[in-house]
């Protein structure tokens, strides 16, 4: 089978354009922000918040730097998996874009379910269990300025897992179309 060409007999079922159906992105962000939220509390009963952190003021805006830089690296990192997965089901190299303050990874090929799900749920998954590494085996000292990478990791799963979502509710013959931007589900039924 292409995986670049639909095949015969297929139907579009469903189209979804997150930044066009601004309903469904106020819903995302709303959930996003408690997940945040809820990520933000569980830090601070595992390790409270040491103000003493903040006493040696080059080091407090070193290590804050390095958050930042970190941050925006962990963006990329995300999409480059996704890219990853994307070539290793298609053969060709992902396509990425940038719009506002988001990194896209999306592809022309169209994924079955399976495939779908695994490019999907990457990248939460390997670097969650890099981060978790990072958040058990660091000094306490600097567990603030690693584990918000944890929190936005997980927050920028709520994107994954609505597409997911979408993915398993349609039947097993599903191929998937995404951007990136947009995904469209292709199904014979």
């Known amino acids: 089978m292409d995986i670049f060409t639909l095949p015969e007999g297929y139907r579009e079922i469903k189209s979804v354009n997150i930044q066009k159906d601004k309903k469904t992105a106020i819903g995302l962000n709303a959930v996003v922000f408690i997940i945040g939220g809820l990520m933000i509390l569980l830090g601070l009963l595992l390790v409270p918040f040491d103000p003493e952190i903040l006493s040696d003021r080059v080091l407090f805006f070193i290590k804050a730097f390095c958050l930042l830089f970190g941050m925006v690296l962990y963006m990329f990192w995300h999409e480059w998996i996704h890219g990853f997965f994307i070539k290793r089901y298609s053969g ?22 399976h495939q779908y799900i695994m490019i999907t749920v990457m990248p939460v998954i390997f670097l969650g269990i890099i981060f978790l590494l990072f958040n058990i085996f660091i000094p306490k000292e600097h567990f603030w300025f690693l584990y918000p990478l944890q929190i936005i990791n997980i927050m920028g799963a709520a994107d994954d897992c609505y597409k997911i979502f979408w993915a398993c509710r349609f039947p097993d013959d599903l191929l998937i179309q995404d951007s990136g931007i947009a995904m469209t589900f292709y199904s014979k039924s």
Do not use: Q, T
């Open 92 to 113: 060709k190299k992902a396509k990425y874009s940038i719009s506002a303050l988001f990194i896209s990874s999306g592809s022309e090929a169209f994924f079955n379910k």
